[in-house]
């Protein structure tokens, strides 16, 4: 069963302080990320395909508009062996509208704004242990495998099992692993006027997932004493758009 989220409306801000006036000769622009301090379990969701990639070829002139779901490991079972099956449902939303600004059409603002998700997604999801995968045995009596990454004579064991030719267990190794996550239930860019003034061009990525926990950091994660950052810019934003990146957490 997913959980329900928060809402958007819980998520909203109010518009934030103009900038001074030496910043705002300089650039026309600035962007805004707020995250929920809610974090889910995502395990091993390739988060690349779900945000970027999907956000670039889901996405038009106007907006994108998508809901998907993936079963993937890691929410107990972090060890793929013979027999295994997924044990997390992940379901990714992604939002949004924009259109032209100044002499960059709908595209280019679409690629800045997915570009942006991506970046400050890896800035603030956290690590959530390890999923070992690629169960594998021996090789022509050979006991032991150099390119396992755990198991029998590796520093690191795993309890990967694979059913051996006598109808029992061979020894444990697994010849592949990939970082778990836990990601903000919401996250949201919206893209402003250097006056405060709130644009129509935004972008969000709602997640649901089985399990809530709250951030490992205390507060809101590794952003959660942080009021900005600095992200590069696509090159045609790079004139116009401020590459510090404000950011809020929501409770």
């Known amino acids: 069963m997913l959980f329900s989220l928060l809402a958007l409306s819980s998520l909203a801000a109010a518009a934030p302080m103009p900038v001074t006036e030496t910043v705002k000769t300089q650039y026309k622009y600035f962007l805004e990320f707020q995250y929920s301090n809610k974090f ?16 670039f070829a889901a996405g038009d ?3 994108i508009d998508t809901d998907d779901s993936y079963t993937q490991y890691g929410f107990e079972n972090m060890c793929i062996q013979e027999g295994s099956k997924p044990d997390l449902n992940v379901q990714i939303k992604m939002n949004g509208k924009w259109g032209v600004i100044e002499d960059m059409d709908g595209l280019l603002t679409r690629d800045q704004l997915v570009h942006a ?3 400050m ?6 690590e959530d242990g390890i999923v070992w995968r690629q169960c594998a045995s021996a090789v022509f009596g050979l006991d032991d495998r150099p390119d ?12 990967c099992r694979k059913t051996g030719g006598d109808g029992g267990y061979d020894a444990d190794r697994c010849m592949d692993k990939v970082s778990g996550y836990r990601i903000p239930s919401e996250m949201e860019l919206n893209i402003y006027n250097m006056d405060g003034s709130l644009r129509a061009d935004t972008l969000t990525v709602t997640v649901a997932s089985r399990q809530i926990v709250e951030a490992a950091a205390p507060g809101c994660g590794k952003l959660g004493a942080v009021a900005e950052v600095a992200m590069a810019m696509i090159p045609e934003f790079g004139k116009t758009f401020s590459d510090q990146v404000k950011i809020l957490c929501r409770h």
Request: hydrophobic letters at 50%.
């Open 40 to 55: 889910l379990t995502v395990g091993d969701t390739a988060l690349f395909a779900a945000i970027w990639e999907k956000g």
């Open 121 to 126: 997604l890896q800035k603030v999801q956290e």
């Open 117 to 119: 998700m991506w970046d």
């Open 61 to 63: 002139v106007a907006g």
């Open 148 to 159: 396992a990454v755990c198991g029998k004579f590796r520093p690191t064991q795993c309890l």
